[in-house]
């Protein structure tokens, strides 16, 4: 079992960067295939970034392909979302989650291949 807490977040001005962390309990952290996912108010939850076990793969949502950065630390059993030229349409809560993956260069876009999920944190981004 995992646990995930994410840190980072807060109010920023359209075109900035900012950088969310999630870091994760246990000793298995490199088992895991990580996800960034965000939920805007009044919308369904939606796929932002995931991250394979071994960190040499990457996907990330069309709307933020070329502006978010997903990476990991195996060692320090944490996983980044660098965000740069963020735009009001990224305000939400932001969430990290797990997969326990048996490859490892897998990535899963799919929320519900993840089986756990941080509390969230809110970034907001004013015009």
């Known amino acids: 079992q995992v646990q995930l807490i994410e840190s980072g977040g807060g109010l920023v001005q359209a075109g900035d960067s900012l950088t969310l962390s999630c870091a994760a309990s246990g000793r298995t952290f490199s088992s895991y295939a990580m996800g960034w996912f965000r939920q805007a108010p009044g919308k369904e939850r939606e796929f932002v970034a995931t991250?394979?076990?071994?960190?040499?793969?990457?996907d990330y949502a069309g709307s933020v392909q070329g502006r978010f950065t997903i990476s990991r630390d195996n060692a320090k059993n944490t996983v980044y979302l660098q965000m740069n030229s963020l735009k009001p349409e990224d305000t939400a809560v932001y969430y990290c989650?797990?997969?326990?993956?048996?490859?490892?260069?897998?990535?899963?876009?799919?929320?519900?291949?993840?089986?756990?999920w941080g509390q969230g944190t809110q970034v907001t981004v004013s015009s």
């Open positions: 989650a797990a997969h326990s993956a048996l490859l490892s260069s897998s990535t899963y876009v799919q929320e519900n291949s993840y089986g756990y």
């Open positions: 991250i394979s076990r071994s960190g040499d793969s990457t």
